[in-house]
């Protein structure tokens, strides 16, 4: 089982829909979690951090479910700017927040 | 803002050969990591920097490569010999503390071509 595994999409959606990706995680011993987005050949950048009891930073929604080792990102209102890869990231417990990257979801916001 | 800068952008270099790739992470940073990037692929962590010394590494993170922090201000990826599988982008990642929601700060990263 691969240790943070995405849905790789791509998911093309039209200006001003709801979507909604999903990553699960193998290592129950893990502590934090992340979406990043990387635009084509860029570094990646935190989109948001994700806490246990959810949170929500404008249109996006983050949700963890530590029982089923499971993250999701909602995208509400959905921009062109938001066309991008979403990155589901995880960090063990241990000394060096090494971060795990899934290989994530591509989307594309239409017009 | 402040942010993490990498040099150069592109280096091209020939297999067997040595190559330095650098990086400024934030001035107030005390953590520094180094990810790679195959094109098409996931972001893969390299290894970690504190204090002076490596941290952690990954099994990636063989011989050929090494990392230095010559100054206070530089922070550096060696790969001793190049080889085809090396080529990639290469993130520099800095970060203030080890607490468990504090965001690491990417750089922009050097796209490394082995011919």
């Known amino acids: 089982r691969k240790e943070v595994e995405q849905d790789p999409g791509p998911f093309n959606v039209p200006e001003g829909a709801t979507v909604a990706f999903n990553c699960t995680y193998s290592?129950?011993?893990?502590?934090?979690f992340f979406w990043y987005r990387q635009d084509c050949r860029k570094e990646p950048k935190l989109l948001m951090s994700v806490y246990s009891s959810g949170n929500e930073d404008g249109r996006f929604t983050a949700q963890l479910n530590r029982a089923s080792q499971y993250i999701s990102l909602l995208i509400r209102d959905s921009k062109l700017s938001d066309s991008a890869t979403y990155l589901c990231v995880v960090s063990p417990s241990g000394s060096a927040r090494q971060l795990t990257f899934g290989s994530g979801t591509q989307l594309t916001v239409l017009p | 803002e402040p942010e993490v800068t990498q040099t150069p952008s592109h280096q091209v270099t020939q297999m067997g050969q040595e190559v330095i790739l650098r990086c400024v992470p934030i001035s107030n940073h005390l953590y520094f990591y180094w990810y790679r990037q195959i094109l098409g692929q996931k972001v893969e962590f390299l290894v970690s920097f504190y204090n002076n010394e490596i941290s952690e590494k990954s099994e990636i993170f063989d011989d050929q490569f090494s990392v230095e922090r010559p100054d206070g201000s530089n922070f550096t990826l060696k790969i001793r010999s190049t080889k085809l599988e090396d080529s990639a982008m290469y993130f520099c990642?800095?970060?203030?503390?080890?607490?468990?929601?504090?965001?690491?700060?990417f750089g922009n990263g050097t796209r490394l071509t082995v011919t």
């Open positions: 290592n129950s011993a893990s502590q934090s």
């Open positions: 990642a800095s970060g203030t503390s080890r607490g468990l929601n504090s965001p690491l700060h």
